[in-house]
């Protein structure tokens, strides 16, 4: 199956050849100021598995984190961290068919807004769900 996606004005489109092996949302303040938006929500593929088609996406790196958008309509694609460098996470709203990839938990809830109530029963890590190299 092929996954796809792109930005919010179409310059920008991906694919994707294989399934997603990771699919959350994350509550840090880093993704919060990326978005715009009190909760993000990712699709992680493995980047080999990854092509981009159309206009090339404009980066921001922060880091270890890169983050891409799409230079004309500016809709977040993508983050890679270089850590865990093999994996491109998408923007879950980027994908052509959202409501495929339901989230199956929270990470970095220590950084959750108080008055956002998500009580969906799925796994809440305190941090990253991911471990890095430097246990952040
Ligand atoms: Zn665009
Ligand atoms: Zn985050």
Do not use: W
Not at 59 to 77: K, L
Request: charged fraction near 15%; hydrophobic fraction near 35%.
């Amino acid at each position: 199956m092929t996954h796809t996606g792109g930005c919010r004005c179409g310059a920008v489109r991906f694919e994707a050849t294989v399934d997603p092996h990771h699919t959350s949302y994350c509550h840090c303040a880093d993704c919060r100021h990326a978005s715009g938006a009190p909760v993000s929500a990712f699709v992680g593929f493995m980047a080999d598995s990854v092509a981009f088609a159309g206009e090339e996406p404009r980066t921001y790196v922060n880091g270890p984190v890169t983050r891409s958008f799409c230079g004309t309509c500016g809709a977040p694609i993508a983050y890679v961290d270089e850590r865990i460098g093999e994996t491109t996470y998408f923007m879950l709203g980027a994908m052509d068919a959202p409501a495929n990839y339901k989230p199956t938990l929270h990470a970095y809830v220590r950084e959750q807004l108080p008055y956002l109530h998500m009580p969906d029963g799925l796994p809440r890590h305190v941090a990253s769900s991911v471990p890095r190299p430097d246990g952040t």
